[in-house]
């Protein structure tokens, strides 16, 4: 007896773990496939706000007058809350920040992460906390050839969850692994004792 139950054991063993690395692979998958779905959606909404912004820009001369404050009215119509726009010339100085009121006064920005990225890349991103206002953000930044555009989210409890994967999938997967796990020991039991039989049957025809 402590032989089969140590077979059936083994046989149980080995069925189970091949389906646990099937498992960790399919939900490793899964998890980075969201992630880089929410994180493209993310980009894709801060992208077409850094793109109003710059038409403004344009359309207003707000760059060849210098007269950056005009952008506090687009600020107003963005439909995003805690949303927060940079000018950023190609210098690195500060030339306008939604968020700050002397924003003369704020250190150079052409070492900030994002910013960096942007310049070689069609856009940059970084999570941090701000240095200016001691928040911490979600940031984009684009180069348009005559600046930088920034825009920053506050990476609070909204934003946190919709960069973190679906909780449904991974109650799915588990509903599924206790389930196999289930039928993967009735099946090996059964097995065992069948092998187990034949083994017995083998061993009396000698």
């Not at 007058?65 to 805690?82: A, H, M, R």
Request: aromatic share 16%; proline share 1%; glycine share 4%.
């Amino acid at each position: 007896m402590p032989h089969r139950q140590g077979f059936r054991r083994r046989l149980f063993l080995y069925y189970f773990s091949i389906f646990l690395l099937f498992t960790v692979a399919v939900m490793a998958f899964q998890y980075n496939r969201e992630k880089k779905i929410r994180i493209s959606a993310l980009n894709s909404r801060i992208n077409d706000m850094t793109g109003l912004v710059d038409n403004y820009i344009r359309t207003n001369s707000v760059y060849e007058t210098g007269n950056y404050i005009l952008i506090d009215s687009i600020y107003k119509l963005i439909p995003v809350k805690d949303v927060r726009i940079t000018v950023i010339s190609l210098d690195g100085k500060v030339l306008y920040d939604s968020s700050v009121e002397r924003w003369n006064d704020m250190e150079n920005h052409l070492r900030r992460p994002e910013v960096r990225k942007s310049l070689y890349s069609s856009f940059g991103t970084a999570v941090r906390k701000s240095e200016s206002t001691g928040k911490e953000y979600y940031y984009f930044s684009k180069y348009f050839g005559m600046y930088y555009i920034r825009i920053a989210e506050e990476y609070n409890i909204q934003l946190r969850g919709i960069l973190k994967r679906e909780k449904v999938f991974l109650l799915f997967m588990a509903v599924v692994f206790i389930g196999v796990w289930v039928l993967l020991s009735a099946v090996t039991k059964r097995m065992g004792e069948s092998i187990t039989m034949l083994r017995d049957f083998a061993a009396r025809m000698r």
